[in-house]
C-alpha cells in the first residue's frame, strides 16, 4: 500500500497528530501536507490541493484532510479533476464514502467529532473498497461531469 496523504488546517494540527500516531500504531505510513509542515504556512484550500493532486498523480492512493468542519477542504479538494473527497462524520458515511462513490479522499472536522471516532471513521475508510455494481454507472456518470468541466 502506498503512503496515505493527510492534510490539516490550524484548526485540526491536535486532531492530525492523533490520526498521525493511530495510523503509526497501525504500521500505515503517511506523508503530511499539513500548514504547519510548510514552510510557507498555506490555507486550508492550499493544503487540501497539495493532498488532492498527490493522489490524482499517483503518489497516494488515498488521502484524509481534516479542518473545523471537514465541508472546506472537502470542497477544495473536489475542484482538483478526477479527485472524489467525501465528508465522513459517521461509519456508514465512512463506508459508503469508498463502497459506493469510490471516494480518495475523506474528509473530518475536528470541531465536529470527538478523536476516538475519527479513528473509527478512519478504519472503517481504509477497510472499505469500491463495491462496483450499481454504483459503477453513476461513478462512471461523475467521472464524465469530471472531464466535461475540466476541459
Known amino acids: 500500500m502506498k503512503p496515505i496523504a493527510i492534510g490539516a488546517d490550524d484548526a485540526a494540527f491536535e486532531f492530525r497528530n492523533s490520526i498521525v500516531e493511530y495510523l503509526n500504531n497501525q504500521r500505515i505510513e503517511i506523508i503530511d501536507y499539513s500548514s504547519d509542515k510548510q514552510s510557507h504556512n498555506p ?3 492550499d493544503v487540501a490541493h ?16 481534516i479542518c473545523g468542519t471537514g ?3 472537502a470542497i477544495a479538494a473536489n475542484k482538483v479533476p478526477g ?3 467525501a465528508q465522513c462524520h459517521d461509519i456508514f458515511s465512512a463506508e459508503r464514502a469508498r463502497k459506493s462513490n ?3 479522499i475523506m474528509t473530518m472536522g475536528a470541531r465536529v467529532i470527538g478523536i476516538e471516532l475519527a479513528k473509527k471513521l478512519v478504519q472503517a475508510w481504509l477497510q472499505s473498497e469500491f463495491e ?15 472531464e466535461l468541466y475540466s476541459k
Request: net charge positive.
Open 132 to 146: 462496483g455494481g450499481g454504483s459503477t454507472p453513476k461513478v462512471e456518470r461523475i467521472n464524465y461531469y469530471d
Open 71 to 73: 465541508i472546506g477542504v
Open 83 to 85: 479527485i472524489r473527497a
Open 102 to 104: 469510490n471516494a480518495q
Open 50 to 65: 497539495a493532498v488532492a493532486c498527490s493522489i490524482k498523480a499517483g503518489k497516494h492512493e488515498r488521502g484524509i484532510l
Open 43 to 45: 490555507l486550508y484550500p
